[in-house]
Each structure stands twice: as structure tokens, then as C-alpha cells.
């Protein structure tokens, strides 16, 4: 069983920047996709940005070059630097994990959730 825990997130303003983390315990992250996804009120789960087994990366268009993710693993933590927030970028922000070696973008693609961290941008 895979546990995800999250960390960061907050208020802030508008062109500033956030980092989250995705930590996970009793498995290594090094052989898992790990993805992240945002919802906002009255929206869909949204897929952000997926980094693979081997370190390559996928973003969604609306975070490219603004959203960078990295993983540690020898701390089994993904990170999520967000630079340039917009109010549009207002969501409750989950990373999620998965074993294989492809990129997954779907919400169902992923076996493990972590519990969400808010993050609001005001203008």
C-alpha cells in the first residue's frame, strides 16, 4: 500500500509563487508515476503535470512554463514549484501515484491519491 501524504500550499498573491510536496512512505517513489491534479469548486479534477519512472515529464498547456515538478528519491518526495500563480490557478491541488513506466494523465489511471492541499491566488 501506497500512502501519499501532502505538504505547502496556502494563500497567496497574484504573479507569486508556492511548492508543494508529495511524500510517500513504506514504498520507494523511484519506480511510480507520479502526477499531479487540481479541482476547483463546481470543476472536474484537472490534470496538471505527470513525471515518469525515468524522470521524463508531461505538462498540461495551461502550467507550461510556469510549473515545474521534481522528484527526490532518496526522500521518496515529488515536488511542485508553482511561479506566476493566477486567481485561475485557485484549486485544491492532489498528487497521485502509480506503478509503470508510461505517462498517465487520466484520474482514473492512478491507484493512489494524497489528501488534497488548497491553494488560493488572489488578484
Known amino acids: 500500500q501506497v500512502q501519499l501524504v501532502q505538504s505547502g500550499g496556502g494563500l497567496v498573491q497574484a504573479g507569486g509563487s508556492l511548492r508543494l510536496s508529495c511524500a510517500t512512505s513504506?514504498?520507494?517513489?523511484?519506480?511510480?508515476?507520479v502526477g499531479w491534479f487540481r479541482q476547483a469548486p463546481g470543476k472536474e479534477r484537472e490534470f496538471i503535470v505527470t513525471?515518469?519512472?525515468?524522470?521524463?515529464?508531461y505538462y498540461a498547456d495551461s502550467v507550461k512554463g510556469r510549473f515545474t515538478i521534481s522528484r527526490d528519491n532518496t526522500k521518496n518526495t515529488v515536488y511542485l514549484q508553482m511561479n506566476g500563480l493566477k486567481p485561475e490557478d485557485t484549486a485544491i491541488y492532489y498528487c497521485?501515484?502509480?506503478?509503470?513506466?508510461?505517462?498517465?494523465?487520466?484520474?482514473?489511471?492512478?491507484?493512489?491519491w494524497g489528501q488534497g492541499t488548497q491553494v488560493t491566488v488572489s488578484s
Open positions: 513504506g514504498r520507494t517513489f523511484s519506480s511510480y508515476a
Open positions: 513525471t515518469r519512472s525515468d524522470g521524463l515529464t
Open positions: 497521485a501515484a502509480r506503478s509503470g513506466s508510461s505517462w498517465y494523465s487520466r484520474v482514473y489511471e492512478y491507484n493512489y
